[in-house]
T-cell receptor
Framework: KNQVEQSPQSLIILEGKNCTLQ??????????LRWYKQDTGRGPVSLTI?????NTKSNGRYTATLDADTKQSSLHITASQLSDSASYIC???????????FGQGTTLQVKP | KAGVTQTPRYLIKTRGQQVTLSCSPI?????VSWYQQTPGQGLQFLFE???????NKGNFPGRFSGRQFSNSRSEMNVSTLELGDSALYLC???????????????FGAGTRLSVL
């Protein structure tokens, strides 16, 4: 069964610290993996999109990595800011159907 | 350039009623996708419209329907509302159809539907 599991479910860190969010998937065949940031009361915003051949992609202080062999991805946030407080959603696209499989998200809270 | 606009932002209905939600995509975008987001199920894909044709459909009952107009604006309709339909309904627009890596979706702020 195609699934996307994210961990941790929630995370609290202090401003200025780094953190890493995990995404494990069982989707096969694989097309691409996306990370979204969703602020409270807003729609998701795309952070990164990676295909099978890409293993790292950055967007400012956000760096996503992909290991297609182990079917794992991580999102690393450097020097966190209060505005990073949000839900982060990992989405994997199935290669044969184009179907999107969503993770449940990780809720990050950055405290001053 | 204006983003994706969803109206209304909030809606309260009672069981058995029907509701229509509206989505105006980014200018030039021809694809509109709809999603349901709930705390328990997370984000779930409803359907995608491209050039006024439904291209993909998720696993939702026939009470959920949609359409797209020639100007790419889209509407989603839910008939015979149930309590479980309470959710945030998100619309996303993109230039092209499908979920390829180069086709970035831009989301609206959503319509929060509460069914009493």
């Amino acid at each position: 069964k195609n699934q996307v599991e994210q961990s941790p479910q929630s995370l609290i860190i202090l401003e200025g610290k780094n953190c890493t969010l995990q995404c494990n998937y069982t989707v096969s065949p694989f097309s691409n993996l996306r990370w979204y940031k969703q602020d409270t009361g807003r729609g998701p915003v795309s952070l990164t999109i990676m295909t099978f051949s890409e293993n790292t992609k950055s967007n400012g202080r956000y760096t996503a990595t992909l290991d297609a062999d182990t079917k794992q991805s991580s999102l690393h946030i450097t020097a966190s800011q209060l505005s990073d407080s949000a839900s982060y959603i990992c989405v994997v696209t199935a290669g044969n159907t184009g179907k999107l499989i969503f993770g449940q998200g990780t809720t990050l809270q950055v405290k001053p | 350039k204006a983003g994706v606009t969803q109206t209304p932002r909030y809606l309260i209905k009672t069981r058995g009623q029907q509701v229509t939600l509206s989505c105006s995509p980014i200018s030039g975008h021809r694809s509109v996708s709809w999603y349901q987001q709930t705390p328990g199920q997370g984000l779930q894909f409803l359907f995608e419209y491209f050039s006024e044709t439904q291209r993909n459909k998720g696993n939702f009952p026939g009470r959920f329907s949609g359409r797209q107009f020639s100007n790419s604006r889209s509407e989603m309709n839910v008939s015979t509302l149930e309590l479980g339909d309470s959710a945030l309904y998100l619309c996303a627009s993109s230039l092209d159809s499908g979920t390829g890596a180069k086709n970035i979706q831009y989301f609206g702020a959503g319509t929060r539907l509460s069914v009493l």
